[in-house]
């Protein structure tokens, strides 16, 4: 068995994954600019093929049916309008990374993007229910947070076996075990992922501390509370959840300090079921849920 990476190395290793979400910063800040045009959107769109044909395919998918056809990014965006085009081209852009097929943590292929995408529909309709941060980047959050995880399955899949182990033994947290055995973890890795990529410092914050809100920065704590209570409520779908994932923590003096309440849980839990069989069209079965 080699030594364990150093952290540095690991976040130089995931530049090899295909389709890294380097993009999103840029396209983020246009899209939340009520300032910038369907033109401004169109320019950072353009700069991915994969993006924009992507993009254009649903203005013209079946959902629209009867309209007329686009034949360009413009009309499609247009057509979409800037919600739409928003939760569309950001979950695409991350979803195409977070695709890809990694040994570690017991995944099937597209396990981590399934559920990511529920953590982030869960993160939107917790935020407009709550009340106390923005939807759009609390989407987004849910999206990302898991996004070390995928960086450090890549580079350090023949060290899970030990790390497995160690959790057993210890009766630890996943992320402990690693912490432990690496001297970092998944958060570690994507916090210095999306500081690199020159990610906005609130999302830098939900990667790093989503398993453990009351540790994050005051004015980042409601996001990343947020972030915690979706994870959660996307555990209760087990879509796309590895191994590692019903060994989480769970920060109750954040939830309790938030208003996240078992009730809230079980009044969103439809609407994010809903909600991700529309995205990803699977049949969920939603569990049940212990706080």
Known sequence: MSAPLPLQMVCEMARNIPCSPTILPNLMKVLNNPD?????????????????????????????????????????????GRKEVYRFTISSAAGRWLNQEVAGYGWQPGDLSRHSVCVGLASEILAKRIGKVDTQLAFTAGLLHDVGKLALAYSCAEQFEDIRKLQASEGISWR???????????????????????????????????????AAAVEYQPLVTNVHAAKHMALAFGLGVGEEGFTTELDEPALKAYGFTPEIAEECLPLVLEQAEKMLGSNLTIGKMKF
């Not at 998918?61 to 034949?71: D, H, L, Q, V, Y």
Request: a negative charge.
């Open 36 to 80: 910038a045009g369907m033109a401004d959107i169109e320019k950072i769109i353009n700069r991915d093929p994969g993006l924009a044909s992507s993009t254009l395919s649903l203005a013209n998918s079946a959902f629209f049916i009867g309209t007329m056809k686009c034949e360009t990014l413009q009309d499609a965006l247009t057509r979409l």
């Open 176 to 214: 402990q075990a690693e912490k432990d055995y690496l001297g970092y973890d998944h958060t570690d890795v994507g916090g210095t992922l999306l500081m690199n990529w020159s990610y906005p410092t609130s999302l830098v914050e939900v990667v790093v501390y989503y398993p453990r809100p009351s």
